[in-house]
């Protein structure tokens, strides 16, 4: 807090406080924004079903997570991608209208998106990825071993290029601010979290590695994956990969 608590996050938590008198309003739906984003013709690779009914205990997983940032640089299995991309994204409910997801979100309006940079791979070329999250398929955007990219987008951190993939989390506040206002912050990023830890749980549970990333050059990371960092911006990445 700064010290007068008129800093710029001390100012968003006061505007954006709910309380009795303010709070209320119906909802306009014409304008609700597309909860799914795809790339039209953009190649794309299935991921495998997910195996949902066996696995390590979660409890073991929550036992022995720690943050891994030296990575032996061996490929990624599809089988590997699918179960990490299964637990952020992976459609657990399907009512019609609404699909529920593996990871909460509030509202159930999915304003986090998840790319993935392939630095190494089995049957799938390295490059950047989107998740086509119904299809659940990889959408391929680019080309190419942006590790070392990423790594100096992220402040240097080596562990972006030795990583098998880095795991980049984005949001499309439009999603959010339709129901609630500049209120939407506060939500995607605990949204963020939430697909940040069901990704870091299932590296632990997969014997990955993995390490969650804050610290990114904004504007390079978001041009790496070709969005404007306004309509849509990286909020939250991680390094996964062997260890
Ligand atoms: C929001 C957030 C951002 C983080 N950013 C980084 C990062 O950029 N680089 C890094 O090496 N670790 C990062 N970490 C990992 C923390 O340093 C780590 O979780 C912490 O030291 C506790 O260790 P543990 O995860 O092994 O329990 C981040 C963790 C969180 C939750």
Redesign the pocket.
Known sequence: MSENGNGIGDIYQKETKYDRETLGGGLDWASRAETYKIYEGAPRFTLPEPEVSEGSSLWRALNN???V?NFRRSPFAPSQLSQLLWAVNGVTLDVGEWQFRATPSAGALYPVETYVAINRGEEIVPGVYHHAVRAHALELLKEGDFGPQLASA??G?S?CASASAVFIFTAIPARSKWKYGERAYRYIYLDA?HA?AGLHLAAEALGLGC??????FDDELNSILGIDGVEETAV?AAAVGAR
């Open positions: 997570r720690r943050s940032r992220c402040l951190q562990m979290g940040g390490c969650m990333i804050g610290a990114f939250y």
